[in-house]
């Protein structure tokens, strides 16, 4: 199973329905969890009921309020989806996997789920996409392929709204050209691999931070929800999802051309969270994306059928020589290795990749 995710190319009428139902959502998501917690004290409800009334009184007694008619124009899949995600935000946190559900703020992002009652549908090739209850969008990347899929997410980022769904199918296998490959990422070269290939990370956070602060600094002298705040806020949420669209951009690439290169990577189990703690580093490793490039590497060696060996976290692959062995100290700043026993000399990090490679685990 794999997910597919493409930008649509709206109108102003139909983002202003796209916002309505991701509104929509927002409303009642909040509403049953607004009722939930103020029934916290009767024991005998568990989350499944109190949801699964919640749905009752929505459909059969507020939808027809007055004041809540505009409910009826939009699609009802929309709520019913949206207390399926209340139902596992609480369930996810009754087994501790994640923190007592919050009210969801227009500010945290706009998104909703719809999907059709009919069992899953036929998605065709081409340049539009037909969604359940919504209607038939423009895409800006052609399907090359039909799909055929069920649930559709729609969600906004930055003022461009795309729309993911999952497809239950296999990847086709690949032959991948090459053995093996060992890679040492770093600050200052993102990933430096053992054949000697080195990948430079774009850093799209540093370069906009200038342009970040000039328009935090406005918003902040700005009178709060006036218009010219809100219109500098869509500002600054552009330039947000435009970074973001970077850093995945290179960390997807690279990923794919590596699961699809070689059957057999080996990489560090870095620590990012210790990582992160050191405060002069801290701004360029969170720009990197480490973790990210560890969970799109894993998933897709999966997907391509490639071996990925994850390093012990303490295996100490820059201070070791990868010629004989000779251990020392390696201080940060200093970037090449002077073996005293071999004589060698190597770059840092071609010299940590090269032990990635040849470590083994111990028996």
């Known amino acids: 199973m794999f997910a597919i995710k493409r930008a649509l190319k709206l109108n102003n009428r139909e983002a202003t329905l796209m916002a309505k139902h991701a509104g929509f959502r927002r409303v009642v998501f909040n509403l049953g969890l ?11 409800f568990t989350d499944s009921k109190v949801i699964d009334e919640i749905k009752k009184v929505l459909t059969n007694h507020v939808k027809k309020q007055p004041e809540y008619a505009w409910m009826n124009q939009l699609s009802s899949r929309v ?22 559900p919050t009210f969801a703020s227009r ?11 009919n069992g899953k549908v036929l998605l065709k090739s081409g340049n539009t996409i037909k969604i359940p209850t919504l ?3 423009r895409l800006d990347e052609p399907l090359e392929c039909g799909f055929v899929s069920q649930t559709f997410t729609i969600s906004k980022e930055g003022n461009r709204w795309f729309v993911s769904f999952c497809v239950d199918a296999e990847r086709c296998s690949v032959q991948q050209p090459e053995s093996s490959v060992g890679i040492d990422l770093g600050v200052k070269s993102f990933a430096t691999m053992s054949n000697s290939q ?7 956070l540093k370069q906009a931070k200038t342009k970040l602060a000039k328009l935090q600094r406005k918003a902040s002298k700005q009178r ?31 990923t794919t051309y590596l699961a699809t290169t070689f ?15 050191n405060h002069k580093l801290a701004g360029a490793i969170a720009d990197l994306g480490f973790y990210e490039f560890r969970r799109q590497l894993e998933y897709k060696c999966q997907m391509y059928g490639t071996l990925l060996v994850v390093v012990d ?33 190597i770059d840092r990090d071609l010299n940590a990749s090269l032990n990635i490679l040849n470590w083994e685990p111990s028996a």
């Not at 607004?34 to 005998?44: A, F, I, N, P, V």
């Not at 709520?79 to 007592?100: C, M, P, T, V, W």
């Not at 949420?237 to 850093?247: D, E, M, S, Y």
């Open 79 to 100: 709520y019913q989806n949206a207390l399926i995600d209340l139902k596992e935000a609480f369930s996810r946190y009754r087994e501790g996997k994640a923190s007592h």
């Open 135 to 137: 209607g038939t969008f």
């Open 107 to 117: 500010r945290d992002g706009q998104s909703f789920t719809v999907d059709s009652s």
């Open 34 to 44: 607004s009722l939930r917690t103020q029934m916290y004290g009767e024991r005998k």
């Open 224 to 254: 709060a929800g006036s218009n010219n705040q809100r219109k500098t806020l869509s500002k600054i949420g552009r330039l947000h999802a435009r970074i973001a669209c970077i850093r995945k951009d290179f960390l997807h690439k690279l």
């Open 313 to 345: 976290r303490w295996f100490p692959s820059s201070k070791i020589c990868s010629n004989c062995g000779h251990k020392k100290e390696m201080p940060l700043q200093v970037r090449t290795y002077d073996c005293p026993t071999c004589g060698v000399s």
């Open 263 to 277: 059957k057999s990577i080996k990489i560090e189990d870095l620590n990012v969270k210790g990582l992160l703690a």
């Open 198 to 204: 080195v990948f430079d990370a774009p850093k799209p």
